[in-house]
């Protein structure tokens, strides 16, 4: 439909012509054919326009899909793919008989013939299980850990990161180990051994920001870490030492020497605002740092957050103080 005066396009519903102002007809009739009663919309994901779709009003609705960041196959034959950006998801095709394995509470979606077995894990008959129980209960971990295995034909499952952050396919050798923050496994092959690695140096458990357990995975096969924010990658030679703020260490291989030291200087420690402790990765080898730990974002939140008995909450409550926070640097 057009402007009788200037003949510019007119949308159906509108009442004039916004170029000209003349009356829109009434009553015009409609093709009946014509399945789409309102405007085309435009709908753009990310920035660069290559995500960018229509819909029309009474059609099918096709949303795109989510970018693949990553794909592989694993030791078994499984098949992956990391999609997404910043809330990734690990998107793994079983074929029957094949499992993967992860902690509880892991899974964000899976297919109908997925069959999942909830266990506590460790092998070994009893005495295994109620070790690797004790374990994961001293690290803070779940108690038992979940495998899901298909049957009767391909199946998926998914898992999706709890924060914005990274998720990294590690292909690991037989033998070939990974340490990783707490927190960070979220799935991997059965060939994949998890266990929970004890920092030697107890100074580093008592003051390294993230406790004194951290992850360790041991090949064969495909395990799935999930870390904070973006993620830097630094080759350590022999000797060389990097000292970090304790929270931003996401993982490194087990020839990195991990170990704590005070900050020195009086000044530093009170006025520095990094705390009283730095971790040192002592090479060789390889180190992952976060740029986004999930603990600092929860601090900074907890800052705008009521106190009881201090007298400063005010009738705004969490809810006033959390919108002071989003709405100011």
């Known amino acids: 439909m057009r402007c009788s005066n200037c ?13 000209c102002g003349t009356p829109a007809p009434v009553n015009e009739p409609v ?35 989510p970018k693949v960041i990553a794909s592989g196959e694993g030791k078994t034959g499984m098949d992956y793919q990391i999609v997404g950006t910043t809330m990734q998801a690990a998107i793994i095709q079983l074929e029957p008989g094949q499992t993967i394995f992860s902690e509880t509470g892991g899974m964000a979606w ?120 973006e993620i830097v990658e630094y080759t350590l030679e022999a000797g060389q030492v990097l000292k970090v703020d304790t929270g931003h260490v996401a993982m490194f291989e087990p020839t990195v020497q991990f170990d704590i030291e005070m900050m020195r200087g009086f000044r530093n420690i009170l006025f520095g605002g990094e705390g009283l402790f730095l971790a040192t990765l002592r090479g060789p080898g390889r180190v992952w740092l976060q740029t986004m730990p999930a603990m600092n974002l929860a601090k900074k939140i907890a800052n705008y957050l009521p106190r009881t008995g201090n007298g400063g909450g005010g009738s705004q409550g969490g809810l006033g103080n959390l919108g002071n926070f989003l709405g100011n640097d």
Do not use: W
């Open 7 to 19: 003949g510019a396009a007119l949308q159906p519903g509108m009442k004039f012509c916004t170029n």
């Open 31 to 65: 093709a009946a054919t014509n399945a789409a009663t309102g405007p085309t919309r435009m709908f753009s994901q990310g920035g660069d326009g290559s995500s960018d779709f229509y819909q029309q009003a009474g059609q099918r609705l096709d949303l795109p899909d």
């Open 110 to 229: 899976m297919s109908g013939n997925v069959v999942m077995n909830t266990n506590a894990g460790g092998g070994g008959g009893l005495g295994g299980m109620i070790g690797g129980m004790l374990k994961r209960a001293v690290s803070g971990e779940s108690l038992f850990i979940v495998d899901y295995t298909v049957q009767g034909g391909r199946g998926l499952v998914a898992f999706a990161s709890e924060f914005p952050g990274k998720i990294i396919p590690l292909h690991l050798g037989p033998g070939q180990s990974m340490i990783m923050q707490r927190d960070a496994f979220m799935a991997a092959e059965k060939t994949v051994t998890l266990e929970m690695h004890f920092r030697r140096n107890l100074g580093s458990g008592i003051f390294g920001g993230e406790g004194f357990i951290m992850q360790r995975v041991t090949g064969p096969g495909v395990a799935f870490a999930e870390l904070d924010g």
